[in-house]
């Protein structure tokens, strides 16, 4: 894997880019977008970034790839989102996160070469060596209190995998449940999912799916939920390994919540480690260091590096990181943690409250290492 930061002055925009690019095989790409704060109105940030990722795409590294998806951090998605390209040639989601850097935005990109990249209906298609890789982004619903949408929004997602003979409990890999005002509407969206996950055939017994269910506002300001998704079809069963780390976390239905910590996905020429949200939490599921958030970033790293550890990746494999803090006041100590210690690897810090108002800060990151899986086909 290889780690590099480019920075066009003129622009104002610095581009943090992972890349993993084996012989032969399929090349990934994670890549976040920073743009600098200068005294601007959005459009003029907006007119930046997008100079950025124009440029990013003729770089040498990037020039045969294509973007899969997409994800803009907005500090204002109501009045921002209407002023932005409606992409339709990969997986697109718009949330407001504020940043904390004094900018107006970011964006998350992730880009694959060699494989074939279509955008369907609602629906983008990777596909490549017999996998189907299906993303989803967007969802979201205007009617109902956050139960009611959270329903609606599953099911018409599992409406969507129907058409390509996938199901929820067999194909979905990854989910992002993002939540307006988490502290009051979280409850409804755990109640909604668990139900719809029993009727699916998901329960503690089973297995649940990897995801973070965090703070953050939608463009629609009826929309309490939006839900984003990655699925996989043609893959063995036996390919996908739910990551617990039973040292440092607890299973999630113990306190009644449904979602995998983490998942490894291996490939015959490599292997995936997707990290759920992941907090400061002990393995029974109590919140570690009330108060002190840097206690709480050190926990946190702690308890990744245990699911990596599990996956038989480490922080060396990361590709990106999310960052949510809960007070803005606290984004000068976790930004010096996270520089010290990640500063190579992509990285973005939001204002998104946890789902558990003790929890200052979260983070979610995607990993992927070279492995030789023989008994698989390659990515």
């Given at each position: ?12 925009v ?12 399929v ?9 600098e ?26 020039r ?105 409990a ?18 409804g ?57 039973p ?37 029974r ?25 599990e ?43 946890v ?25």
């Amino acid at each position: 894997m290889q780690k590099e930061k480019i920075y066009w002055e003129e622009i104002g925009v610095c581009a943090e880019v992972s890349s993993f690019v084996p012989a032969g095989g399929v090349g990934e790409f994670h890549v976040i977008l920073h743009v600098e704060a200068r005294g601007e109105l959005f459009e003029q940030q907006l007119r930046r970034i997008y100079a950025g990722e124009e440029r990013l795409l003729n770089t040498a590294l990037l020039r045969d790839a294509h973007p899969v998806f997409k994800r803009y951090f907005l500090n204002d998605a109501t009045n921002q989102v209407p002023l932005m390209k409606q992409e339709d040639t990969c997986a697109l989601s718009f949330i407001q996160q504020p940043l904390l850097d004094g900018s107006k935005l970011a964006v998350w990109i992730y880009l694959q070469r060699g494989t074939t990249v279509s955008k369907e209906d609602d629906m983008l298609v990777a596909r490549h060596n017999g996998y189907t890789h299906l993303w989803k982004m967007g969802m979201h619903e205007q009617e109902g209190d956050s139960a009611r949408q959270t329903e609606r929004l599953l099911q018409g997602y599992e409406d969507s995998l129907s058409r390509y003979g996938a199901t929820l409990a067999e194909n979905c890999i990854r989910t992002w449940f993002f939540v307006r005002d988490v502290d009051t509407h979280y409850a409804g969206l755990v109640k909604a999912r668990k139900e719809n996950f029993i009727r699916e055939g998901l329960t503690e017994k089973t297995h649940y799916i990897a995801s973070t269910g965090i703070g953050g506002a939608p463009a629609d300001t009826k929309s309490l939920v939006q839900l984003g998704t990655y699925a996989l079809m043609g893959f063995d069963r036996r390919q996908q390994h739910y990551l617990y780390a039973p040292t440092h976390l607890n299973p999630t239905y113990e306190y009644g919540v449904t979602f995998e910590r983490g998942t490894r996905l291996d490939f015959g020429d490599r292997s995936h480690a997707i990290i759920s949200g992941t907090a400061s939490i002990d393995n029974r599921g109590q919140v570690v260091h009330v108060g002190d958030v840097r206690k709480q970033t050190e926990r946190m790293w702690e308890n990744v590096e245990a699911l990596l550890k599990e996956a038989d990746t480490t922080y060396e494999d990361v590709m990106q990181i999310v960052v949510y803090l809960r007070d803005v006041a606290d984004y000068d100590i976790v930004q010096t943690l996270f520089k010290q210690r990640f500063d190579d690897i992509p990285t973005v810090i939001t204002l998104a409250p946890v789902c558990r108002p003790q929890w200052l800060v979260e983070m979610e990151c995607w990993a992927v290492a070279g492995r030789s899986n023989p008994p698989y086909r390659d990515f």
